[in-house]
């Protein structure tokens, strides 16, 4: 196969984030040493857009996109290596992508954005290993929770471009929610095999002593997060920030390093 033809996969990642003594943690996953795609890497949830994201059972249930929400949610400008990757969207999609990321954010952490009364946490449980499972899709799931998916405390923050060469190639927009209340996130133990929540500076300094594999996309995103002590702060930051689609370019041909051009490194 051509690596370097692989068209990027739309995807969605998620940063949940929750305060902790004047600190902020973001929840992160360690991936599975055996997954094609950045192995025993820790990384935030997510995954690729299915074609049944943006049916209407799914669509139907999203709330919080409303007021040109939908629009502002995909706002970003690709520059550079970017203009030539980015994968555009139709609005159905963008619809989607907003479901991928709730739905993903459910399988590999447990947590459901939904608006209140959330079900118990066995039942949830259960519609989690349902879903996890194939045994219902994530819209039977959120019909029988009957969920309304709440987006009202998500942002969007980035998007970044697998470069050519990579196993597989994502168009990832990345996202940032507060950690709803009553809520517990944990590993899916199937595609990752441990979560932690962490503060951004002490995942930076373990990446650093080699002790946690951070890819270079997440590192830059921990890097912004930990100049953040304040939930309001970053989310506030996230609703204002424009937004640049960028793709990095690799420092060496096997891809273990990456680099943006200076003068994107601090616009993304």
Known sequence: MDRSALVPRPAATIMLVRPRQSRLQVFMLRRSAKSVFVPDAYVFPGGGLEERDSDDANVARLAGIENGR?????????VGNALGYAVPLSPSQQRGLLVACVRELFEEAGVLLMRPPLPPAEQLARARTALQRG?????????????????????AYSRWITPPGEPRRFD????????????????????TTHGVWIEPREALERAGRGEMRIVYPTRLHLQRLARYDSLEALLDHARRKGILA????????????????DEYLERW
């Open 246 to 261: 960028v793709s990095p370019d690799p420092l060496d041909a096997a891809l273990t390093d990456f680099r943006l051009p």
């Open 135 to 155: 045994e219902s899709s994530f819209a039977e799931v959120i019909a029988h929770l009957d969920a309304v998916i709440d987006l009202s405390l998500v942002e």
């Open 172 to 191: 990832a927009y990345f996202f940032v929610t507060a950690m709803p209340a009553e809520q517990a996130a944990a590993a899916d133990l199937v595609e």
């Open 70 to 78: 939908l629009e502002h949610f995909f706002r970003s400008e690709p």
